[in-house]
């Protein structure tokens, strides 16, 4: 039998007899567990950890989170107004987002939600209806990306997050001018493992700041790795947090400024603390000198990552068999790019897996983080599926219920010419 992070064949087997594959199923434990070690790093001058909502925003995940200490970072509008709903307070609230709508605007100054600007006009359109002496935050890009990918890669000169580092100036003349108090710094820079890179960003951010004489707080963002399987490296937050802790003391030695810190991770929090689970829809082959097709009945639809970064979730069966098979597993969607086995080119990877049989189950994991939430929601017209929490005795409480057909057609309109 396969080793799961957080699932056993008990769990599984209780799952599978009161909720139809696929759903997602979650950890409380393991959430809380990620939460606590983010809580602890040393930070000299005190810490904020801000969840980045986007890595999966359902509201009883944030409420978990919420109830371990930290607050929140959203990437859009809809994330703040989600926050409230839940009851979140909204000044454990801050909004870093591409896009900014000027009757949302509105809302969050009238609510007090802290707002990261991201570019000078989007700074003018904050300046147009925030009252005079109010307190903001700029997120810049400090020259430096970080990630796996393109795709991931959040920071340097082809990256459009941010205000270019060399910008401030002209930021800060603009903000002066109009009565703002630059208060926050904020970088994001993408996912790494290496302390090195950690302690390089830092230390660029911190030379913006020296800049920004009122800037009292800095946050470092989130894109803490984990290693979703066992080719991958995982950060290490003692490390990290160690190094960025070393490199704010050094700067309070030298200029005698002591910035509180801030972190907001999303991938490390709930990654490896989901799971999708399936089963397995149909076998097919194309002959001795071609593939074994092990076909599930979930896809990019509801997981887009393999198709989308070619990234590598373990596919593990409930399987007893001591007999291995090498499997290519393929989503449910009618597109040869709905691959769950795809190597970093984007060729098929078969993985050697126990033999399987129709209608078995398969855990796909570390499937908590930018699974539920980027999910194509009804290509082919399928469902979006149900969501289950697991509490710290296991026992498993929906969190989202599993589409029905009804709700999918339910904004569709048929103009009275048809
Ligand atoms: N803060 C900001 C401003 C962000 O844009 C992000 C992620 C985070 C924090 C959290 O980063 P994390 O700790 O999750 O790496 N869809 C990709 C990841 C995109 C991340 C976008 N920004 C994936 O599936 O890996």
């Excluded at 989308?308 to 449910?332: M, Q």
Aim: charge should be negative; proline fraction near 4%; hydrophobic fraction near 35%.
């Amino acid at each position: 039998m396969q080793n799961f992070t957080f699932l056993n064949k008990e769990i599984i087997s209780k799952l599978n007899e009161q909720h139809r594959t696929p759903f997602y199923v979650y950890s409380q434990k393991v959430i809380e567990k990620q939460c606590q070690a983010i809580l602890a790093i040393p930070a000299p001058f005190g810490l904020t950890a801000r969840y980045a909502i986007k890595a999966n925003p359902n509201t009883a995940i944030l409420k978990v989170i919420e109830n371990t200490g930290f607050h929140f970072d959203a990437s859009s509008e809809y994330e703040v107004i989600r926050c409230l709903k839940a009851g979140i307070a909204a000044d454990k609230i801050q909004l870093t987002s591409q896009e900014m709508s000027s009757e949302h605007l509105e809302l969050i100054i009238k609510e007090g939600v802290r707002f990261n600007a991201c570019s000078l006009e989007q700074l003018k359109r904050y300046a147009a209806k925030a009252p005079k002496g109010s307190e903001i935050s700029i997120r810049i890009n400090p020259g430096l990306g970080s990630g796996s990918s393109r795709k991931t890669n959040v920071g340097g000169p082809s990256s459009s997050f941010g205000i270019w580092f060399e910008q401030v100036d002209e930021v800060k003349r603009f903000a002066d001018g109009c009565g703002l108090r630059i208060t926050r710094l904020h970088s994001h820079i993408g996912s790494g493992a290496d302390p090195a890179v950690w302690e390089r960003a830092a230390s660029l951010t911190l030379a913006v700041a020296r800049q920004l004489p009122e800037v009292t707080v800095l946050n470092l963002g989130g894109g803490f790795k984990v290693a979703r399987h066992s080719d991958e490296v995982s950060t290490s937050i003692e490390a990290v947090g160690q190094t960025v802790a070393d490199v704010l003391k050094k700067e309070a030695e030298e200029t005698g400024r002591k910035y509180h810190l801030e972190l907001e991770p999303g991938t490390f929090l709930v990654a490896n603390a989901g799971s999708l689970v399936c089963s397995v829809d149909d076998i097919t082959n194309t002959g001795d000198e071609g593939y074994t097709f092990l076909k599930i009945n979930a896809g990019m639809d509801m997981l887009t990552r393999p198709a989308l970064y070619a990234a590598h979730h373990p596919c593990l069966p409930l399987s007893d068999s001591s007999e291995k098979v090498e499997y290519v597993i393929t989503g449910h969607c009618c597109e040869s790019g709905d691959l769950f086995s795809v190597s970093a080119d984007d060729t098929l990877e078969p993985r050697s897996l126990p033999k399987t049989n129709i209608g078995d189950t398969i855990i796909i994991e570390g499937a908590g983080a930018y699974c539920a939430s980027m999910s194509l929601k009804n290509y082919n017209s399928f469902p979006q599926v149900a969501e289950l929490i697991l509490d710290k005795d296991d026992q498993a409480h929906i969190i989202r219920k599993r589409e029905e057909m009804e709700q999918i057609l339910a904004n569709e309109v048929l103009p009275s010419y048809l």
